[in-house]
């Protein structure tokens, strides 16, 4: 029943960051918008699932370990949307993600799914958008 602060939980997730990145690799992290404070229920499944997008981002989008990722939220009455993006390598051709044999993006797709929310992986140029949308209810 308790509400979370989302926006304080992302600025904490982008601040590690730098340690996923590792010694010598600069990474910096964009935020925009606001997620404003949701249910628990709710916040558990997107700071889990925005972990591993910001993972994969840096250990797949950023080659050679440095460059620029950004999160941003957008919110609606009864919508919370969040998307990575990373101005990397881009997905490999042919990507499926609900083919694909990563764990965690598959952990992502169930923890989101199950609370009857989307994913979504798309190209940008250069780079990959990672977006999660749930509804608030």
């Avoid at 910001?54 to 939220?73: E, K, P």
């Amino acid at each position: 029943d308790e509400d979370v602060d989302l926006d304080d939980v992302l600025a904490r997730l982008a601040s590690m960051v730098g340690d996923v990145a590792g010694a010598g690799h600069s990474v910096a992290v964009e935020r925009r918008g606001s997620a404003g404070r949701v249910s628990a229920v709710v916040a558990t499944p997107v700071a889990m699932a925005v972990t591993e997008l910001l993972q994969n981002a840096i250990q797949h989008g950023l080659v050679g370990g440095g460059g620029t990722v950004r999160v941003v939220a957008e919110r609606s009455e009864d919508r919370l949307t969040i998307a990575v993006e990373d101005g990397g390598a881009g997905l490999p051709e042919g990507f499926d993600l609900d083919a694909t044999d990563s764990l965690g993006l598959r952990i992502v797709s169930t923890m989101v799914r199950e609370r009857s929310g989307e994913v979504e992986l798309s190209p940008l140029t250069p780079g990959t958008r990672a977006r999660i949308s749930l509804p608030l209810l």
